[in-house]
């Protein structure tokens, strides 16, 4: 198995509800229908689809709730670069779960949540420095 | 907010059970602790951390179960290579959640569980052809 990730998909109860989500944070789909919606990321995508129909395409119970034990990190090339993506998360409809803080490895933090309760962590990390293209790598360069 | 995603944190229940899992499949870490493993992928990577702790940083409740709601395709280049993807995946101590089959929309995929019960489509996309760099794009180039 390489080393990579082709897709993220999303369980969301309300297709549109999570479009204007990710609409409202500047995000230009792909493509999309009433049923699903997919944007291009670097290398990768997230698509954005019924939960049950996902459960169903598994071939799992569909049922499950509290922490889905998976977050979403989007990093940020500066310290002053956290604050603002948490306030157009809030402006879009999303719910601020922690407000932004230095965290104990050196970097700066915060997370907030997406209509269907996915987590996102917006990130300054000094250890991995975001160049102009947005490409992270782990440890830098 | 820029269109991308830097991370992706699977939270586990033990690093080194989940990093064994990890790299029988033939991932290299680009740093590990006996807390935390992290591998580079194109432009974005995935960590694995402890669940109660990954919870804990983002400040929410740790309890829940069930389907996630969250699944992690990777896509390969032919239909052929589905299945040998599936194998690997056991032998390395996944749990098969879906046989390879063929699916409404063109492709052809197969679903995994890791050591965690995170799931993982394998999935040939005739509609997003992954060409050497592995790099995927939703609708193609």
Redesign the interface.
């Known amino acids: ?12 109860r309300d297709v549109p509800r999570a479009r204007a989500f990710y609409e409202a ?4 789909p ?2 999309t229908d009433e049923n699903m919606a ?10 954005l689809y019924p ?1 049950d129909e ?2 169903e ?19 940020v090339r500066t310290k002053q670069d956290v604050a603002p ?1 948490l306030k ?2 809030r402006a879009a409809g999303g719910r601020i ?2 407000q932004a803080q230095d ?1 104990s490895w050196g970097g700066h933090s915060e ?1 907030f949540a997406d209509p ?1 309760r ?2 996102w ?1 917006v ?1 300054w990390n000094p250890h991995s420095p ?1 160049g102009d293209t ?6 830098g360069a």
């Open positions: 198995m390489e080393q990579r990730l082709s897709v993220v998909t999303l369980g969301v944070l500047g995000w230009q792909k493509s997919c944007y291009n990321l670097i290398g990768m995508a997230i698509a939960r996902l459960a395409d598994a071939q799992v119970p569909p049922e499950g709730g509290g922490f889905s034990g998976v977050t979403l990190a989007y990093c993506v157009a998360a779960v922690k965290v997370y269907d996915h987590l962590e990130a975001l947005g490409v992270f790598q782990w440890g």
